[in-house]
C-alpha cells in the first residue's frame, strides 16, 4: 500500500471516530436538552445515575465491553446508543467520500448533525426543540451566504415551508385534528437552507413513504404516536446525498 493510499485511510477512519462521538453526544444532548439538564456534567447511567467510567463513553467499544449493560447496575443500556454511533460514523464518511473537503461537506454535517438530534428529541419526547434547528440555521445561512447562493436557498426555505404549511392545514381541515405538527412544519425553513427546492419535495415525498410503510406496520401493534421527525431526516439526507441522480434517473426513464 502507498504512502497516499495509507493517508486516505487514515484520514477515513479519524472522520469516522469523529463521527461516532459526536453522534454519542447528540444522544446525551437529545437525553438532557428536552428536560434542561445541564451539559456540563458527566455521563451517568440512566437507571442507578452512577457517573460512567471513561472506558463506558468510548462509542461502540464501551458498548460492547459491557455486554450491552451497565456496568454498575447490569441493567440493559438501549441499543439505539449503538446504533446511533454507527450511523454517526458512517455519515461523517460518506458524507466525506461525496463531496471531499469543501463548503458542501460543512453544509452536509451541519444538515446531518440538527437532523439528528431533533430526530432523537423526537424519539425520545414526542417533540421538536426549535432552538435547536435555529441554532444551526445561522451558521448554515453564513455558509450560503459565503458560497453566494444565499437568496437562492432563501426561496428554497421559504417555498417548502409554505407548502409543508398548507399540507398541514389542509390535513387538518380535513381530518378535523393535527395531521402534522407545528415543529414538523417549521423545520423545513431549516431544511430549505440546505436542499434546493425541488430537493425539498423530493424530500418531503421520501419522509411521507418511510413514515407510511413504517406506520402501516406500527399502527397494528399500538396506536402511539409516531416520530415524523426521524422520517424528515432520512428523507432530506438521501436527497442531499442520492437527489440529483434519483430525479435525474426518474426524468431518463419518462424518456424511454
Known sequence: MQLGESMDWFIYFMICIMGMFLASFYNVLAIRLPVKKTLLGRSECPFCNHTLRPVDIIPILGYVINKGRCHFCSERIS????IVEIIGGFSFVLGYYMFGYSWQYAVYLLFFSILLIEALIDMEKKIILDRIWIFGLVPLVVL??????????LLSSAILFTTMFLI???AQKIMKREALGGGDVKLYIFIG????????????????LFGFFYGITKKSKSNKEIPFVPFIGIGAIVSFLYGNMMIDLYLDLLRM
Open 144 to 153: 450560503r451566504i459565503f458560497q453566494g447562493e444565499f437568496f437562492v436557498y
Open 79 to 82: 441499543i439505539r446508543y449503538l
Open 193 to 208: 437552507f440546505a436542499l434546493t427546492w425541488i430537493l425539498g419535495f423530493l424530500s418531503i415525498f421520501l419522509a411521507s
Open 168 to 170: 398541514s392545514w389542509t
